[in-house]
């Protein structure tokens, strides 16, 4: 499947934060599924399910995060998180932003650093998340 090579708070692959909702399609080449995240979205967020990838926007209508659940790759420095162990992102984290914060116990972390959010089940990152600054 398709790597998606992360830019911190620039891009994830071909979607760039702050990129209007047509230009995703775009550059994603079909059309997504539309569905609210949560009753309180002001915004429909672009589910590309055969990627794997939700696109969130914000009220102003621009892209403000990307989420990842596979099978596409996101990549960053060469490493691609999607079904790491938690034990292995926590080391890399140590490594590399000891200032992540961690979500909840065994739920994931958030790295400002890196503009990237983990989300962990059963000990593995079942998603990433890409996102503009100031979105946490």
């Known amino acids: 499947m398709k790597t998606y090579l992360i830019t911190p708070y620039v891009s994830a692959g071909p979607i760039r934060f702050g990129m209007s909702r047509a230009d995703v399609r775009d550059a994603m080449g079909y059309t997504p599924r539309e569905f609210h995240k949560t009753r309180q979205s002001t915004q429909k967020t672009d589910a590309f399910d055969k990627d794997g990838i939700n696109v969130f926007y914000g009220d ?14 996101p990549e960053l420095n060469g490493i691609t998180f999607l079904g790491m162990s938690e034990k292995a992102v926590k080391s890399w984290l140590d490594e590399n932003d000891r200032n992540a914060q961690d979500d909840l116990p065994e739920t994931g972390w958030t790295s400002t650093k890196f503009g990237l959010s983990w989300g962990v089940d059963n000990r593995r990152i079942f998603t990433v998340l890409a996102f503009e600054k100031g979105y946490f």
């Open 60 to 73: 102003n209508g621009s892209v403000n995060a990307v989420e990842f659940n596979g099978p596409a790759k």
